[in-house]
C-alpha cells in the first residue's frame, strides 16, 4: 500500500490535460485550487497506514489474500458493507470535505457483479479482464475515478434520439484491437486525484442504443481526454493569503468536466460493449452502492459541522441557551438518521452470483432521499446558532491589518477567554459548510450527487412491493383470506 506521501507524488507522473480559469493547468498537483482535494484523497491513504485504523481502513483481498486499502476491496459480506460506512464516517469527520476515492470503489463492486452475470447469459469474457484490472488497481494501490453521469442533453429524449449524438457516451468505431469512444461524463468527482478513470453508461439503454451502453478503464492521461475543472463558491479564496476565510484550512474536494475525444480503449479494458439489457443492473448497482455512501461521508461531514455549531455557540456565550441546545440535539438526531439508513442497507445487504455483496437496494435508496433532506436542516439550525456575523465579518487581511486588526479584535470578541480569531475561524468553517466550496459537497451535493432526489422515488416505488401491502391490507380487513 501507498503512504500518503507516495499518493501525491505518484500523481505527478499523471499528465492530465486539464484547464482552469480559462488556462491549461501545468502542475495541478501544487495548484492552489486543486491541492486540496488531493489532500483529501491523501486522508485515505494516511489513515490506512495507522494501526488505530488498520480494521477500518485496510482488509485482506479476496483475489490475493494480501492485505490492500479497503477503497479497492470487492465487499464479501455484511460487515464489508458496515466497515465501509464506518470508514466513509471516519473520513468524513477527518477532512469535512469529499475524499473522493469512493466513485471508483462503488463502481467497481458494481462492474464486478454485472459483468460476472454477463459472461454466464451471453458468453463474453468481460468478467476476467475486469478482474484483471482490479487486481493492478490492488497491487498498485491505485485510486479510480468511477464515471456514470452524461451531459444527457435533452432530457426528453433517448441517446440516439438526440440532435447531437455525442450527449451521451458512445462507441463510433470498432477495431480489431479495440475500440473508440466519444462522448463526456459531467460532475465528475475526483477526476484530477485519480490514476485511472472507470466509465460506465448512465441510464438504461435499449437495442437503438447499443453504441451507447459501453464500460471501459483507461490511464487518466490517455491521448484524447481533457478536463474543465469546475468552479466552486469562494474557490479563489484559496489562492489568498492566510488560513482563515477558506474555512477548511486543507481540504476539500473538486469535481470536472471529462471530454473523451475519440479515445482508443484497448479490448482487454473493455467491460461492456453493446449489451444494452445489462445497462439497467449497472445503473441500478452503482447508483444503490452510492447512495449507501452517503449515509457514511456526509454523516462524517454533518459530525464536523455539529461540532462547529456547538463551538459557535460557546464561543458567543449561548451554549446554555434551551432553545440552543435543543437545535443541536436535533442536529445530532438528524445526522444519525443518516447513518442508521447507511448501516442499514449494509447489514440487509445480500451476496451477487460473482461472490460480491450488494446493498439492500430499497433501503439504499430510502438513506439517500434522506440524505437529500436532513443536511439542508442540519446546515439551516448551524446557520441560525453560528448568527449573521458569519456573512458579515471582514477578512482575514484586515484582521491582520495593523489599524484596523485591533478594532476587530476588540468589537468582534465573543466571551472573555476565547480568542476573537477562534471565534472567526469557526464561523468560517461553517460558513465554509454551508455556502463555500465545501457546500458543494456537504448540501448539493447531498441533493444531486449519486441521483437527483427523483431517481431515488422511482426506485423505492420500485423496490416498494406495494402489491404485498395491499395484499396484507386485504386480509386483515377481510376481504381476502390469508
Ligand atoms: Fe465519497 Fe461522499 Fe464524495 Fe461520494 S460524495 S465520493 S461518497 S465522499
Ligand atoms: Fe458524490
Known amino acids: 500500500m501507498l503512504s500518503a506521501e507516495q499518493y501525491i507524488e505518484s500523481l505527478r507522473d499523471v499528465k492530465y490535460k486539464v484547464y482552469l480559469f480559462g488556462e491549461l493547468v501545468d502542475n495541478p498537483v501544487d495548484h492552489p485550487i486543486i491541492r486540496p482535494s488531493i489532500n483529501a484523497v491523501a486522508k485515505s491513504y494516511e489513515l490506512a497506514g495507522e494501526k488505530q485504523h488498520e480494521e477500518l481502513m485496510t482488509v485482506k483481498s479476496s483475489l490475493t489474500g494480501k492485505r490492500i486499502n479497503r477503497f479497492t476491496h470487492l465487499h464479501q459480506g455484511c460487515e464489508d458493507l458496515i466497515n465501509k460506512i ?27 457483479s454485472v459483468t460476472c ?14 478482474r484483471d484490472f482490479l487486481l493492478q488497481v490492488q497491487e498498485k494501490d491505485l485510486v479510480v475515478d468511477g464515471a456514470m453521469t452524461d451531459p ?26 479495440g475500440i473508440v469512444v466519444r462522448g463526456a461524463k459531467a460532475h465528475q468527482t475526483g477526476a484530477l486525484s485519480s490514476h485511472e478513470i472507470l466509465v460506465m453508461p448512465t441510464v438504461a439503454m435499449g437495442e437503438e442504443d447499443a453504441d451507447y451502453a459501453v464500460s471501459f ?14 468552479r466552486q463558491s469562494c474557490d479563489t479564496r484559496k489562492l489568498e493569503e492566510g488560513t482563515m476565510d477558506v474555512g477548511n484550512c486543507r481540504y476539500g474536494g473538486h469535481e470536472c468536466l471529462v471530454v473523451f475525444e475519440d479515445l482508443f480503449v484497448p479490448h482487454e479494458r ?9 445497462t439497467a443492473a449497472l445503473v441500478e448497482r452503482f447508483a444503490a452502492y452510492h447512495r449507501q455512501s452517503y449515509g457514511g461521508c456526509k454523516v462524517g461531514v454533518g459530525d464536523v459541522l455539529i461540532g462547529a455549531a456547538a463551538l459557535a455557540a460557546e464561543y458567543n456565550g449561548a451554549a446554555k441557551a434551551s432553545h440552543v441546545r435543543d437545535k443541536i440535539i436535533e442536529m445530532l438526531h ?8 447507511g448501516l442499514a442497507c449494509s447489514g440487509q445487504g445480500a451476496p451477487t452470483a460473482s461472490g460480491t455483496y450488494l446493498v439492500d437496494m430499497l433501503l439504499a435508496n430510502v438513506c439517500k432521499q434522506n440524505v437529500t433532506r436532513f443536511p439542508y436542516e442540519i446546515a439551516r439550525l448551524a446557520e441560525d446558532i453560528a448568527g449573521g456575523l458569519m456573512v458579515t465579518m471582514p477578512s482575514e487581511k484586515d484582521f491582520r491589518h495593523p489599524l484596523v486588526g485591533p478594532l476587530l479584535e476588540k468589537y468582534l470578541k465573543g466571551v472573555g477567554d476565547v480568542p476573537t480569531e477562534h471565534r472567526l475561524r469557526v464561523l468560517r468553517l461553517i460558513e465554509n459548510l454551508t455556502l463555500g466550496a465545501a457546500a458543494v459537497g456537504y448540501r448539493t451535493e447531498s441533493l444531486h450527487g449519486a441521483g437527483s432526489p427523483q431517481a431515488q422515488r422511482i426506485m423505492i416505488q420500485r423496490q416498494g412491493n406495494l402489491e404485498e401491502k395491499k395484499k396484507l391490507a386485504r386480509i386483515i380487513a377481510g376481504i381476502e383470506k390469508e
Do not use: W
Open 270 to 278: 473493455v467491460f461492456m460493449c453493446g449489451e444494452y439489457s445489462f
Open 117 to 130: 452475470e454477463m459472461d454466464h447469459e451471453l458468453g463474453t469474457d468481460y468478467h476476467k479482464r475486469f
Open 334 to 341: 438528524l445526522n444519525e438518521t443518516l447513518f442508521a439508513c
Open 86 to 112: 464506518k470508514m466513509q464516517r471516519l473520513l468524513g469527520q477527518k477532512t469535512a470535505a469529499c475524499f473522493q476515492r469512493c466513485v471508483g470503489f462503488d463502481a467497481f463492486n458494481a462492474v464486478d
Open 152 to 177: 444527457k442533453g435533452d432530457r426528453s429524449l433517448r441517446p440516439h434520439q438526440q440532435a447531437d449524438p455525442d450527449l451521451y457516451l458512445r462507441v463510433v468505431d470498432k477495431r480489431s484491437n
Open 217 to 230: 478503464a483507461v490511464p487518466s492521461d490517455s491521448p484524447g481526454i481533457t478536463y474543465i475543472y469546475g
